[in-house]
Nanobody
């Protein structure tokens, strides 16, 4: 079992920044892949960024260059630094982990960007 707890969401004006945190209940070394997804009202869930246990990262094109995913292995926490936020980034952001072929999800944290 892996428990994920997100924090760091909030409301910000366009152009601003937020940092989301995802604290895992197990060592993130043992998790093959962690990522951030988001879902806006009326839209499908979208994969935003992923990071592997080896530190490889990837991003959806719409956030590349603005968002950065990173991991703090000492704190078992994955972060999503979001800069130059746009109103279209408004969504409920979920942390996810893939361990032993089993997906785990956090409860989500809301990000609202106003124009």
């Amino acid at each position: 079992q892996v428990q994920l707890v997100e924090s760091g969401g909030g409301s910000v004006q366009a152009g601003g920044s937020l940092r989301l945190s995802c604290a895992a209940s197990v060592s993130i070394f043992s998790i093959s892949t962690m990522g951030w997804y988001r879902q806006a009202p009326g839209k499908e869930r979208e994969l935003v960024a992923i990071i592997t246990s080896g530190g490889r990262t990837n991003y959806v094109d719409s956030v590349r260059g603005r968002f950065t995913i990173s991991g703090d292995y000492a704190k078992n926490t994955v972060y999503l630094q979001m800069n130059s936020l746009k109103p279209e980034d408004t969504a409920l952001y979920h942390c996810a982990a893939l361990k032993g072929g089993q997906p785990y999800w956090g409860q989500g944290t809301q990000v609202t960007v106003s124009s």
